[in-house]
């Protein structure tokens, strides 16, 4: 919360790397200590950043927080459908910032780390792009097994397009 007072509107990517669930990112507290920080919470101090174009929840099994980050305004999320193994999620965030300061934009870094993934990985490691669509009031889920999605808010689309400022 600090750091979000401290730069407040100048947060453009909001990246988490660490343990997690549906409802949950763990943070540290402390020298050694965790704790655990509730996604409702978090998604409103998220939605109130101006500048804020994508949410990156590099952690296990995380989709499930898509949906409360887009109804508190924020355009975008990569987040995680299943557990991940600890060296590919850190391999997929590589690629995906080595496009973004190769001036990729967010949807085509998301693509190079997804097809670094297929290459390493094979087929069964699938990564999708899905937009935040709901019929009858059921949200659409990412098929079994597929690690990362890109989840686009319906209000978003314009964050795929966004791209590192050149100096």
Same mark, same amino acid.
């Given at each position: 919360?600090?750091?979000?007072?401290?730069?407040?509107?100048?947060?453009?990517?909001?990246?988490?790397?660490?343990?997690?669930?549906?409802?949950?990112?763990?943070?540290?507290?402390?020298?050694?200590?965790?704790?655990?920080?509730?996604?409702?919470g978090l998604a409103q101090l998220l939605g109130?950043?101006?500048?804020?174009?994508?949410?990156?929840?590099?952690?296990?099994?995380?989709?499930?927080?898509?949906? =409360?980050?887009? #109804?508190?305004?924020?355009?975008?999320?990569?987040?995680?459908? !299943?557990?991940? %193994?600890? +060296?590919? &999620?850190?391999?997929?965030?590589?690629?995906?910032?080595?496009?973004?300061?190769?001036?990729?934009?967010?949807?085509?870094?998301?693509?190079?780390?997804?097809?670094?993934?297929?290459?390493?990985?094979?087929?069964?490691?699938?990564?999708?792009?899905?937009?935040?669509?709901?019929?009858?009031? =059921?949200?659409? #889920?990412?098929?079994?097994?597929?690690?990362?999605?890109?989840? !686009?808010?319906? %209000?978003? +689309?314009? &964050?795929?397009?966004?791209?590192?400022?050149?100096?």
């Amino acid at each position: 919360f600090d750091l979000f007072n401290r730069y407040a509107d100048r947060i453009a990517i909001f990246h988490y790397g660490g343990h997690a669930n549906g409802t949950h990112l763990q943070l540290e507290a402390g020298v050694g200590k965790a704790q655990m920080a509730d996604a409702t919470g978090l998604a409103q101090l998220l939605g109130q950043q101006k500048a804020l174009q994508l949410v990156f929840l590099n952690g296990c099994a995380t989709h499930d927080q898509v949906e =409360k980050l887009f #109804s508190c305004g924020v355009k975008a999320v990569i987040a995680t459908a !299943v557990p991940i %193994n600890d +060296e590919m &999620a850190t391999e997929f965030a590589e690629q995906f910032y080595h496009a973004l300061a190769n001036k990729a934009n967010i949807q085509k870094a998301f693509q190079t780390a997804k097809a670094f993934v297929t290459t390493r990985y094979g087929k069964e490691k699938e990564v999708g792009e899905f937009r935040a669509v709901s019929w009858a009031g =059921k949200k659409e #889920s990412p098929p079994a097994g597929v690690p990362w999605g890109l989840y !686009v808010n319906a %209000n978003g +689309e314009e &964050a795929l397009a966004w791209k590192l400022p050149e100096a």
